[in-house]
C-alpha cells in the first residue's frame, strides 16, 4: 500500500517502503545543493501544513477512511470542551461562538467517516490524558466495517465496551492489557496480537473460543511461563492452527496434567 504525503491511500497492496530504503533512494539522485542556501533553503510545501488537522485543510474531499495512518489525538484547543467546562457567561459572544463550535465539530464527525473504514492503523497515538483515551474509543465504537486494525502501543488497558463485529485481524502489541476479559467484542476475529502485554493468566482465554481464531500470539507475556502453555493454549482454542508463530505440534494435543493438588485421592 503506497501512501502519499498526506497519508492519504493511493492503491492497495502491503505495507509501505521503508524509510532506509527510501532514504537510499534519494541518496542514489546526488542532488547538487547551493553553497549559500545550505541543506535547509527550500522547506517542504507541507511544513506550514504540520500544524493543522486534516479536517480544517481547505479546497479537499478526503475522509476518514480514506487515510492510513491518522493521528486522532484532541487538540489542545479543543481540551475545554471535550472536557464540558462551562464558556464564562461575562463573555457576551461566549455562547455563540461554542454553538458554533458544536456545529463545526459535528461536521468533522460526519467528515470522519469512521463507519466505511476498512484498513486502518492507529497506533502511538500518545493517549496520555483520559478526554483522549475517550475521544479515541469514541473512534473505535464507529468502525462498523474494519476488517484489519492496528492499535499497537496505546497504552490500553480495557476496551471491553467496544465491538468490533467485522474485524479479522487485531494488532494489540505492546498496550497493559491483563487478562483476555479486557478485549473488545470480536465475533469474526482470525489472528490476533497480544504480544508485549501483562496477561498472566488463562483463566479467560475460553472467551475468543467463539470466534474462528486461526492464529494468535502471546509472547513476552507473563502468561508465556506457565507449565503446560502451550497444550492449555490449545486445549481452550481446539481450533487454533498457530501459537507464536509456531504451527500447532502433535504434543501440543497432549491434555495438560491436572497439579497435584487437584488430583483426587481414593481410599480404599
Request: with cysteine.
Amino acid at each position: 500500500m503506497s501512501e502519499s504525503s498526506s497519508g492519504v491511500n493511493t492503491n492497495s497492496g502491503s505495507f509501505p517502503i521503508s524509510h532506509s530504503s527510501h532514504c537510499s533512494e534519494i541518496s542514489e539522485t546526488h542532488t547538487p545543493l547551493s553553497a549559500d542556501s545550505g541543506i535547509d533553503a527550500t522547506p517542504l510545501p507541507s511544513n506550514r501544513f504540520r500544524f493543522i488537522s486534516w479536517h480544517h485543510l481547505e479546497e479537499h474531499d478526503i475522509r476518514g477512511d480514506q487515510l492510513a495512518c491518522p493521528r486522532v489525538r484532541e487538540g489542545p484547543e479543543d481540551e475545554r470542551c471535550v472536557r464540558g467546562e462551562e464558556v464564562s457567561p461575562r463573555n457576551v459572544g461566549g455562547r455563540r461562538r461554542r454553538r458554533r463550535d458544536e456545529a463545526q465539530r459535528w461536521e468533522e464527525r460526519l467528515q470522519e467517516n469512521w463507519e466505511n473504514c476498512v484498513e486502518l492503523n492507529l497506533s502511538y497515538q500518545d493517549l496520555g490524558d483520559p478526554y483522549q483515551l475517550e475521544n479515541f474509543t469514541r473512534i473505535l465504537k464507529r468502525l462498523i466495517r474494519v476488517e484489519h486494525l492496528q492499535l499497537v502501543d496505546n497504552a490500553l488497558r480495557d476496551l471491553s465496551s467496544v465491538r468490533l463485529p467485522r474485524c479479522k485481524r487485531l494488532n494489540l502489541h505492546r498496550n497493559h492489557f491483563t487478562s483476555f476479559g479486557q478485549l473488545p467484542k470480536v465475533p469474526a476475529l482470525q489472528h490476533l496480537c497480544l504480544s508485549e502485554n501483562r496477561i498472566s493468566c488463562l483463566g479467560e482465554l475460553w472467551l475468543l473460543g467463539t470466534a474462528p481464531l486461526q492464529s494468535l500470539t502471546l509472547k513476552h507475556n507473563p502468561c508465556e511461563f506457565l507449565e503446560d502453555y502451550r497444550s492449555r493454549v490449545f486445549t481452550c482454542l481446539p481450533k487454533l492452527k498457530v501459537l507464536d508463530g509456531i504451527p500447532k505440534l502433535p504434543e501440543d494435543s497432549v491434555p495438560p496434567q491436572l497439579p497435584a493438588c487437584s488430583r483426587l485421592c481414593v481410599i480404599l
